[in-house]
């Protein structure tokens, strides 16, 4: 019981911080109630703002005691409250999560987790939910389900681009149980029953093609990708590859730290891979800690769907002249985000830093250009699997690795 009450007053107190930062105050209209009755945390009232706040909540929630004929739930409206307030900055990226919604994360995060197999990001701006791809051999890959559609509907239920952590905990759920999504692709709507499984996510696929080529795709950046990618590019290296393609399409990006560290096996000692700024205009820069261990003519296959830590890894060896890009223009997600997990469990992820490619530019909502422009036929585009021959970008890469 001491302990529940220590992580309650932890959470107010991170509240409060809040309401001082932001002052937005309709949101939290249950909270300034809940700090009276455990102990009076709000103590003296130390601006006039604060002052002001205290009025405003006591109010509101005068007027829902004295009027409002359903249970009121402190607990929940805590959380909700909380979830309001980081919610006002206006950030898609910068959230607040649950204990179970961060157990979510972290289980994901780690390789497994009961699902659909997708992996989602916001489209800011036609404030969509978009599906960045289906994860193979996924309830949802099995579906039908591509790159490029939108989930508009969730059980019934219809939700629009800021509420993707709501989507993504919804579609979630016990193994064996059902979700149904409404997809829209392109002018179509379709409606698809999915059963959850346990879904396990492969970081890398590897394999070799014609002319000693070497092929790596990253479908993501989570946890141990760095090092799967640098063992399955020694089994390549097995077998004789002395050239190397690596696909990063429709890879909505992951750990940062990832992404550096395969970028720190292609590039030179010393060589910068990543500038960051904070709010302060502070800049930090990532440099390469190893000597290079793949030494070979590289493409990097990149798309519109490529994003944060893909660009990074995209930019880095762009800008050191270690690699050619062929495909399209990637998406233009140039911000970081620090997830913390705080002593009650909950967690709370925030935009931190703005990222640059070596060469100081800016790929926030602009995206990294690639240097060769090639983009697939809408036909192809429809398409769940594309065979190889007929993958315009991948055929293009194999044609520049040929003319080195």
Do not use: C
Not at 229 to 237: E, G, V
Not at 297 to 318: D, F, H, Q, R, T
């Amino acid at each position: 019981m001491e302990n529940s009450n220590l992580q309650k007053i932890y959470k107010w107190v991170m509240l409060i911080l809040i309401i001082i930062v932001i002052t937005s105050m309709i949101t939290a209209f249950a909270t300034y109630q809940y700090l009276v009755t455990n102990g009076g945390l709000i103590g003296a009232k130390t601006t006039n703002s604060l002052s002001g706040l205290e009025y405003t909540l006591s109010r509101f929630r005068s007027e829902l005691e004295e009027k409002y004929i359903g249970q009121i739930n402190d607990e929940d409206l805590i959380e909700g409250a909380i979830k309001g307030y980081v919610a006002a900055l206006g950030d898609p990226y910068t959230t607040y999560y649950t204990k179970s919604e961060m157990d979510k994360i972290m289980t994901e995060t780690e390789g497994n987790y009961v699902g659909v197999g997708i992996y989602m990001t916001q489209d800011t701006e036609k404030n969509q939910i978009l599906i960045i791809k289906p994860i193979e051999n996924s309830p949802a890959e099995k579906a039908g389900i591509m790159s490029g559609d939108v989930i508009t509907k969730v059980d019934g239920e219809a939700y629009s681009g800021e509420q993707l952590d709501e989507v993504s905990s919804k579609i979630k759920g016990e193994e064996g149980t059902k979700v149904t999504l409404e997809i829209l692709r392109g002018s179509e709507t379709k409606t698809i029953e999915l059963t959850r499984e346990k879904v396990l996510m492969n970081h890398i696929t590897a394999k070799v093609l014609d002319n000693n080529i070497g092929y790596i795709a990253i479908s993501d950046f989570d946890g141990g990708a760095a090092d799967e990618f640098k063992t399955k590019f020694n089994k390549l290296k097995e077998q004789g590859i002395e050239k190397l393609i690596i696909d990063i399409r429709d890879n909505g990006g992951g750990i940062v730290d990832e992404a550096i560290d395969i970028a720190d096996t292609i590039t030179d000692k010393g060589s910068t891979l990543l500038i960051t700024k904070d709010k302060n205009e502070n800049e930090d820069v990532t440099k390469s800690k190893n000597n290079p261990i793949i030494n070979m003519p590289i493409v990097i296959l990149i798309n519109e769907y490529s994003a944060s830590a893909s660009e990074i890894l995209a930019g880095a060896l762009k800008d050191n002249g270690k690699a050619t890009l062929v495909g399209m223009k990637s998406y233009g997600k140039g911000v970081i985000q620090e997830l913390h997990r705080l002593s009650d469990g909950s967690g709370l992820k925030i935009t931190t830093n703005e990222y640059f490619t070596p060469n100081h530019t800016g790929i926030n909502k602009v995206g990294i250009e690639p240097d060769i422009e090639i983009d697939l036929s809408e036909e192809l585009k429809s398409q769940l699997q594309i065979d190889e021959k007929d993958d315009t970008q991948l055929q293009k890469a194999i044609e520049v690795l040929k003319e080195i």
